[in-house]
């Protein structure tokens, strides 16, 4: 038995070895065409573009997992590849550039710290709507430039790179995986235009430009957009109860987001509004705790309770006081190493080919509730609060929403230490929405 699983181990070793040089003898050679060098020294290369929802590039290292408890680790390190494999998911197909960098000497280097973006040949700047790094073995790293709006009508693509001490760009040409030369037929209207939805009257007032980006946004390319300018009536009067107008615009190529070029003809607006938490009155859509005390062991207060409101399955974890928590499948566990930091942080394992643990550390400096939750729409929103009641004092704290891990912090900014009698109340908030289609006045564009 042992002869077998030490043969099926060199079996396994040996064609580790062979795939692995032919990676190393097979790896592309330098093409000027993919790669460019920046104002600080460093040498970028396009390693891949890919278009999609589901992004994959690199080599995985699955079968190295049996390994690990076989051979010692000079082994499995020179049968690691260097260039491991990243995955990306996105929501909506989106375009991804990935990069790495190199010094001088032809060394792996850090190729973080760099703003990307795509110029067409009218001149608009289409910034890069995402950014993700990955480190593994031998020094390299990779970095992932997430496009959900590019021009999508050029048959190639201009992009800039530029450091985030630099206001000098190196710019690369690369193909376009999904250019659109067929666009939607929009017949645009004239502003101001209204919208009644139920009880609420949206209007768009105008257009402004909305410049991002600049020497106070050392990270974030500089560029110019159209804004709607957009408000809500109830009544006649001012709509209070009601949050301020979320937008995102959509182009004819199929572009959404609040990036979008200054000279495309037409512009679709979708304006999404949700109602105050305290104005809900609706009870189905309210779900009251028990009363309890702030807590403050290390371990916070722990309910693990649900409640189905409307069509939204809601959990709540509990409440916790200023600390580091860690989650895996949506429970509470124990990290696999040291973490620190506050907000999300992420970690994955292989524990064997094809399966993959993953680990979401979130740190607070402030009373937090965790809860998990799955709505029937994916537009629903929930409001987390805490009234507090002191003798005749009443008062309530909204938290504001950070997600990870398949787990949503609520995050109170300010809760008073002697804060007693605390009522933990969950709000499911359904939205408002209202579309509107214009024509940009090329007029207002700046000048050369």
């Known amino acids: 038995m042992v002869k077998r699983v030490l043969l099926v181990a060199m079996t396994v070793a ?15 050679g330098p093409a000027k065409q993919r790669q460019v060098r920046l104002s600080d020294g460093r040498l970028f290369r396009i390693e891949a573009v890919t278009f999609g929802t589901n992004h994959v590039v690199g080599w995985g ?19 690691t590849p260097t260039r491991g494999q990243s995955r990306q998911t996105t929501d ?6 990935w990069v790495y960098a190199r010094d001088a000497s032809g060394k792996y ?17 289409y910034p890069a709507n995402g950014y993700a790094n990955g480190s593994f073995s031998k020094g390299f790293s990779r970095e992932a430039y997430s496009f959900q709006v590019f021009p999508r009508r050029s048959a190639q693509l201009k992009l800039q790179l530029a450091p985030w001490r630099s206001e000098k760009a190196s710019t690369l040409v690369i193909a376009n995986p999904c250019r659109r030369t067929a666009v939607a037929a929009w017949t645009p209207e004239t502003l101001p235009a209204t919208r009644r939805v139920e009880e609420i009257e949206f209007r768009l007032e105008s257009l402004a430009i909305q410049t991002n980006g600049g020497p106070q946004h050392t990270w974030e390319p500089l560029s110019l957009h159209w804004q709607p300018v957009l408000s809500l009536r109830e009544g006649g009067e001012p709509a209070t ?10 182009d ?21 509004t949700y109602p105050q938490p305290e104005a809900v009155t609706d009870e189905a859509r309210r779900w009251r705790l028990p009363v309890v005390s702030l807590p403050t062991a290390p371990r916070g207060l722990q309910w693990n309770t649900n409640r189905v409101l409307r069509d939204a399955s809601i959990t709540v974890i509990g ?9 895996s499948q949506g429970q509470l566990t124990n990290p696999p190493s040291p973490v620190g930091g506050r907000g999300w942080t992420g970690l994955s394992e292989q524990v064997a080919p094809g399966r993959w643990r993953n680990w979401a550390t979130f740190g607070t400096t402030n009373y937090t509730v965790f809860l998990r939750w799955h709505v029937g729409k994916a537009d629903q929103r929930l409001a987390v609060g805490l009234r507090d009641r002191q003798g005749q004092a009443l ?33 499911l908030l359904e939205p408002l929405h209202a579309e509107f289609v214009v024509r940009p006045s090329l007029e207002r564009l700046p000048g050369p």
């Open 241 to 250: 109860n009601w949050t301020t107008p979320e937008w995102e615009a959509e």
């Open 61 to 79: 290292d699955g079968w190295l997992v049996p390994l690990r408890k076989i051979f010692p680790n000079p082994v499995v390190q020179f049968l």
């Open 252 to 272: 004819a190529t199929g572009n959404c987001g609040q990036t979008l070029g200054l000279h495309e003809p037409m512009l679709k607006f979708a304006a999404t």
């Open 109 to 125: 280097v850090d190729c973080q710290g760099v703003r990307a973006s795509f110029v067409d040949d009218q001149g608009d700047v």
């Open 395 to 427: 008062r309530t704290q909204w938290a504001r929403r950070d997600d990870g891990g398949g787990v949503s912090a609520f995050v109170f900014d300010a809760l008073p230490d002697q804060a007693q009698g605390l009522e933990l109340e969950v709000v």
């Open 92 to 97: 909506s197909p989106t375009l991804v550039v």
């Open 14 to 28: 040996g064609a580790g070895i062979v795939l692995t040089l032919f990676v190393k003898l097979m790896a592309p």
């Open 319 to 327: 409440l916790f006081p200023p600390g580091v928590y860690t989650f």
